[in-house]
C-alpha cells in the first residue's frame, strides 16, 4: 500500500486556489505520518506548478479538453493520475469541483469517500476524518480502513500551507479518452452585479435579520462607511432583496477570511458560521447571550445593535 497523499489543485486564472493551499498543507502532515509524499495534479497548462512548492511533486497533464473545469474530462484525467500514482489518500475541495469528482471517482476508482471533511487525522492504522452533517449542526468522526480513500474538505476549515521552494515537476502524456471528451466549455458567465468584492475586504460590518427593517439598513452603511468597510450580511437579508448575492455571507453564499468582521444581529446558524469562522477576529452583537454567534466570536456584546450602531459610527467619526 502506498503511504501517498495526493491533492487536486485547483485556479481561478492562474491563481492557486487557497482551498489548494489548505489541501496541501493536510496532504504534508499526514504524507510525513505515514512515510509517504505529497503530490498535487494540475490540469491545463502546467503554469501555477511553481506556485506549489511543499509539495513532493505536481503531476501536470495537459490537453485543450482540460483548459477549462469539466467534470467528464477532469474525472478521466484524475482517475489515470491515481492509476499511475496509486496514492493511498485523494483530497479534493468540497466545492464544485470536489463534490463532482469525489463521488464520481469513489465509484470508478473503488475508493470510500468522506464529504463534507473538516479535518482528518491519522488514528494508529487508521485515517479519521471528522465530517459535517445536517448542515454542520453535527460532526460525525468516519474511519476510513482499506488501501484507498477519498476525503473532500469545506473551505475554510484548515490551516493553507505556505508554499515555499519548488517542487518537481512530473508530465503524463493525457490518457486518450479525453481525444473523445463529448463535453466543451463554450462560454464562461462572470457574475453581474459585483458592486464590492466582499472577499477582499480587510473588514466586514455584517448584518442579519436582527436587524429588522430595510430601512434600518441605512445604520449598517453609515457604520461601515465611517469605518471604510464594505456591508455584508446574511442570507435571510439577501433572500428578503435588501441587499444583492453579492454580500451574502455563507455556505450558499460567499467565503470570507477579513481581518475583522463585525457580525450585528446574527444568530450564527452553521450556514452563516462555514462562510466567516476563519475571520481572524469576530466580534458579535447580539442581545441573546445564548446565541451560537459567540461560540466563535473573539469578543461579543449583548447590547441592543440599535443603540450600539450609531454610537461606535459617531465614535469612530470623532
Ligand atoms: C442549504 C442552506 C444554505 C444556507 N446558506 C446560508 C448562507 O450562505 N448564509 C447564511 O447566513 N445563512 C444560510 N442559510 C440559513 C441559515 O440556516 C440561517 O437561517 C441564517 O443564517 C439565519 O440568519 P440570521 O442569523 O440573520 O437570522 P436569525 O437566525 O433569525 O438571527 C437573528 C439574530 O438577531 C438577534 N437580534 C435580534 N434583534 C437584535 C437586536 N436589536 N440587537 C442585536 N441582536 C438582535 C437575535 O437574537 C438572533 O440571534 C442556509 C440554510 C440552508 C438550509
Known amino acids: 500500500m502506498s503511504n501517498d497523499v495526493l491533492v487536486l489543485a485547483e485556479r481561478v486564472g492562474k491563481q492557486i486556489t487557497d482551498s489548494t493551499y489548505e489541501l496541501l498543507g493536510k496532504a504534508r502532515e499526514l504524507a510525513d505520518a505515514w512515510g509517504g509524499r505529497a503530490e498535487v495534479a494540475l ?27 469539466v467534470p467528464e474530462a477532469y474525472e478521466t484525467a484524475l482517475l489515470h493520475v491515481l492509476t499511475q500514482r496509486a496514492p493511498r489518500l485523494l483530497l479534493l475541495s468540497n466545492a464544485t469541483v470536489g463534490l463532482d469528482l469525489g463521488a464520481a471517482l469513489s465509484v470508478r476508482w473503488d475508493a470510500p469517500l468522506a464529504a463534507y ?24 468522526e468516519v474511519e476510513l480502513g482499506g488501501s484507498r480513500a477519498i476525503a473532500t474538505v469545506v473551505g475554510g476549515s484548515l490551516p493553507p500551507m505556505t508554499p515555499a521552494g519548488s517542487a518537481e515537476v512530473v508530465t503524463l502524456a493525457p490518457p486518450a479518452e479525453l481525444d473523445s471528451s463529448r463535453m466543451s466549455v463554450l462560454q464562461v458567465f462572470e457574475p453581474s452585479g ?44 439577501i433572500d428578503a432583496g435588501w441587499m444583492p448575492k453579492t454580500r451574502q455571507v455563507g455556505k450558499s453564499g460567499l467565503k470570507v477570511k477579513p481581518k475583522a468582521y463585525l457580525a450585528f444581529g446574527i444568530s450564527g446558524a452553521p450556514e452563516h458560521l462555514e462562510g466567516m469562522r476563519s475571520a481572524e477576529l469576530i466580534i458579535a452583537c447580539n442581545t441573546d447571550a445564548k446565541a451560537p454567534i459567540f461560540d466563535v466570536a473573539h469578543y461579543g456584546t449583548t447590547v441592543d445593535l440599535f443603540d450600539l450602531m450609531p454610537a461606535l459610527a459617531e465614535k469612530v467619526k470623532g
Do not use: W
Not at 43 to 53: D, I, N, R, T, V
Not at 120 to 134: E, H, M, P, S
Open 194 to 237: 459585483g458592486d464590492v468584492d466582499i472577499t477582499a475586504a480587510d473588514m466586514l460590518v455584517s448584518i442579519g435579520r436582527g436587524i429588522g427593517s430595510q430601512d434600518n439598513l441605512e445604520l449598517a452603511e453609515e457604520l461601515a462607511q465611517a469605518l471604510g468597510a464594505p456591508v455584508s450580511a446574511s442570507r435571510p437579508i
Open 43 to 69: 490540469f491545463g497548462p502546467s503554469e501555477g506548478a511553481e506556485q506549489l512548492g511543499g509539495a513532493d511533486a505536481v503531476i501536470c497533464i495537459d490537453h485543450p479538453a482540460l483548459s477549462d473545469y
Open 117 to 140: 471533511a473538516v479535518d482528518l487525522a491519522v488514528d494508529g492504522d487508521a485515517l479519521v476524518a471528522t465530517t459535517q452533517i445536517l448542515g454542520g449542526k453535527i460532526l460525525a
